[in-house]
């Protein structure tokens, strides 16, 4: 499986997909770190997938998406954006409201 089936796989087989530096548990940047940090306290359930770990992966979905940085947030498949995107839609309200039309469970849409 090439790099880019294995993204459009993690992509389209999961709900909610972050692309980061470092685990979930674990950020390695501080930008992955603002990312989770939102995801956890909205509590939607994702899967962190660690560019760190292989460069292949890395360089892999920057052309995917065709965004030069890292994290990227992905829902039900559609590029949501990196962290400044994400924060700002976050505090806007509108990240929540995406979760909800797209039907992820959050803590915004309990």
């Known amino acids: 499986m090439g790099i880019n089936q294995f993204i459009d ?3 389209k087989s999961n709900d909610v ?6 685990t979930p548990q674990f950020p ?3 930008f992955s ?3 989770v940090q939102i995801l956890d306290h909205l509590g ?4 962190g997938l660690n560019v760190l770990e292989s460069p292949e992966l890395r ?3 920057k052309q995917y998406s065709n965004w030069p940085t890292i994290p990227q947030l992905y829902v039900k498949g ?3 954006g990196g962290c400044d995107i994400v924060r700002g839609m976050f505090q806007a309200g509108e990240l929540q409201s995406t979760l909800k ?5 959050s803590r915004a849409n309990a």
Do not use: P
């Open 44 to 47: 939607v359930a994702y899967k």
């Open 59 to 61: 360089d892999g979905i």
């Open 9 to 11: 796989n993690e992509v």
């Open 28 to 30: 390695q940047c501080g």
């Open 33 to 35: 770190g603002q990312v």
């Open 78 to 80: 559609e590029f949501i």
């Open 17 to 22: 997909v972050l692309f980061m530096k470092g």
């Open 101 to 105: 039309e797209k039907g992820i469970a």
